[in-house]
């Protein structure tokens, strides 16, 4: 019997973890598709390589930010990286990144 009592308070206690679900949030940003994007790019070719902004400011219409997060269930590991883009004319004038890709919070 203390077996069985044993059994059922293991089982109950297996059934108490919650799961937790990996969190993605924005534009994945790889690294070779951000080196394709040049100064001197349309807006329409930056849209192609990294797809809708994520930020598209109606009080900076020459600015385009791109962001990544991603946590994975239970990790404190966060992976998060960012892009700005800056247009004159309707063309690449300049791109702003993180300086580093690295995890936060190990």
Do not use: K
């Amino acid at each position: 019997m203390p077996i069985m009592s044993g059994l059922a308070v293991l089982l109950l206690a297996a059934g108490a973890c919650v799961y937790r679900i990996d969190i993605q949030q924005g534009n994945l940003l790889e690294e070779d598709v951000i080196e394709q994007v040049e100064l001197g790019m349309t807006r329409s070719q930056v849209q192609f390589l990294l797809g809708t902004p994520m930020i598209a400011d109606s009080f900076h219409q020459d600015r385009w930010d791109y962001t990544y997060y991603f946590r994975r269930g239970r990790s404190r590991n966060i992976d998060q990286r960012w892009l700005i883009v800056f247009f004159e004319n309707d063309v690449v004038v300049r791109i702003d990144r993180d300086p580093t890709v690295f995890p936060i919070g190990r």
